[in-house]
């Protein structure tokens, strides 16, 4: 048993398919095939059943497989701690990044990371934050970047800024003509909201305190702040943004900006990452490049962090 079968093992058990597993390992599929078969042969059992049409895996097989990954993973171990100790920083690295997120942080820190640290091959992922928690835990992400604090006693949340709701309201809208916002103000039914899913549609919604019964005119599916400002402006109802999505509006938008009374309500956005972490050099140089950046941008301490869980 070798940990090349493992790995193989594993990207059959994801595909459940022997030629797209083999284009992901970067072998011929005779190759691999062989390989699961030696592995089979070995151990006296079969763990793929290839008469069925995908294959399955076996119930042998699953806990087989769940086994694989715990080997796998506590191998990749032993080279990040070498990695560790020789203080370098390099290789491939996988961070998760929150849709609401991507558009504005992203830009922020990634052209300077990849140039202090040439030797990260970094991927970016959008994925939604249940999916993320999911995948660190997995081990498919080495970190994400989200909305905290989270509840995730496997998951390290490490703080990196915390970032004001503001206000957009269009001149038809009962809050317009107010200079400063307070939480008592909002009412859920005449707000837009981004689609279920968003983390950032959790926030506004514990901010109202309330999920109204009372239905609307009509239902958004939307996933993105664009739409939402443009439906705004056409008189449809308020909308809450987080701040640096407010630095990019044009001069003739900002009119309608309104913040919130100290405290203002706020989401931490922070570096999330495994309890059994890897890649600890990456994660710590990826940490220091951000809040270095974004300390620059984004600072505010009167603040009043709303949670990004469903509300209960």
């Known amino acids: 048993m070798t940990i090349a079968q493992l790995k193989y093992l594993l990207a059959v058990a994801k595909?459940?398919?022997?030629?797209?597993?083999s284009q992901q390992c970067h072998v011929t599929q005779p190759t691999l095939s062989m390989q699961i078969q030696k592995l089979e042969d070995e151990l006296g059992v079969i763990i793929f059943d290839r008469n069925k049409k995908p294959i399955k895996v076996t119930e042998i097989?699953?806990?087989?497989?769940?086994?694989?990954?715990?080997?796998?993973?506590?191998?990749?171990?032993?080279n990040d701690l070498v990695q560790q100790e020789k203080g370098y920083i390099g290789g491939e690295y996988k961070l998760g990044i929150i849709p609401t997120l991507v558009p504005t942080i992203l830009p922020m820190f990634l052209r300077s990371f990849i140039k202090k640290y040439p030797e990260v091959n970094i991927e970016i992922i959008e994925i939604p934050t249940e999916q993320m928690v999911e995948a660190l835990l997995e081990g498919?992400?080495?970190?994400?970047i989200a909305a905290t604090p989270?509840?995730?006693?496997?998951?390290?949340e490490k703080p990196l800024f915390y970032e004001p709701f503001v206000g957009f309201i269009p001149e038809t809208h009962r809050l317009f003509q107010k200079k400063e916002l307070d939480e008592q103000d909002l009412d859920v039914k005449d707000i837009l909201l981004l689609d279920e899913g968003h983390c950032f549609r959790d926030n506004i919604l514990n901010?109202?305190?309330?999920?109204?019964?009372?239905?609307?005119?009509f239902d958004l599916n939307i996933g993105n702040f664009d739409a939402l400002i443009k439906l705004s402006k056409e008189g449809l109802g308020m909308t809450l943004l987080p701040y640096l999505q407010t630095e990019d509006l044009c001069e003739k938008d900002r009119k309608y900006l309104r913040n919130f009374k100290k405290p203002e309500p706020a989401r931490?956005?922070?570096?999330?990452?495994?309890?059994?972490?890897?890649?600890k050099n990456i994660t710590d140089a990826l940490f220091k490049t951000i809040k270095g950046i974004v300390k620059g941008a984004i600072e505010f301490y009167d603040v009043r962090i709303i949670s990004p869980l469903p509300p209960k």
């Open 15 to 21: 595909y459940l398919n022997f030629t797209k597993a």
């Open 61 to 78: 097989g699953k806990k087989i497989i769940d086994q694989a990954k715990t080997i796998v993973n506590e191998s990749a171990r032993i």
């Open 140 to 144: 498919k992400l080495d970190a994400g």
């Open 150 to 156: 989270l509840e995730e006693e496997k998951i390290i």
């Open 207 to 217: 901010i109202c305190r309330m999920t109204s019964n009372e239905p609307k005119q």
């Open 268 to 279: 931490e956005v922070s570096l999330i990452h495994s309890k059994d972490i890897f890649k």
